[in-house]
Nanobody
Framework: QVQLVESGGGLVQPGGSLRLSCAAS????????MTWHRQAPGKQRELVAS???????NYANSVKGRFTISRDNAKNMVYLQMYSLKPEDTAVYYC??????????WGQGTQVTVSS
């Protein structure tokens, strides 16, 4: 059994910064892709950023230049550094990890609210 736990969400003013973390625990030999998705009220879940085991990254156009995804394989963790936050970034943010020779696992989500 693999569990993912996100942390770092909260309330921030427009233009502010937050850093989300996601830690995986359980039976893990290695992890392939790691991602961050988000879901705003009344909207579908969307991909925010992804990072491969080779450290290739991909970002949604709406966050390019403002968000940075990174990973620490030794700790089975993925991070999302968010700068210049906007009200439209408000959402529940979810991490996911594709465990090699196993399934894709999801965290429970962490709320990010950007408001003055």
């Amino acid at each position: 059994q693999v569990q993912l736990v996100e942390s770092g969400g909260g309330l921030v003013q427009p233009g502010g910064s937050l850093r989300l973390s996601c830690a995986a625990s359980g039976k893990i030999l290695s992890i392939d892709d790691m991602t961050w998705h988000r879901q705003a009220p009344g909207k579908q879940r969307e991909l925010v950023a992804s990072i491969t085991s080779s450290y290739w990254t991909n970002y949604a156009n709406s966050v390019k230049g403002r968000f940075t995804i990174s990973r620490d394989n030794a700790k089975n963790m993925v991070y999302l550094q968010m700068y210049s936050l906007k009200p439209e970034d408000t959402a529940v943010y979810y991490c996911s990890m594709k465990v090699r020779w196993s399934d894709t696992y999801w965290g429970q989500g962490t709320q990010v609210t950007v408001s003055s």
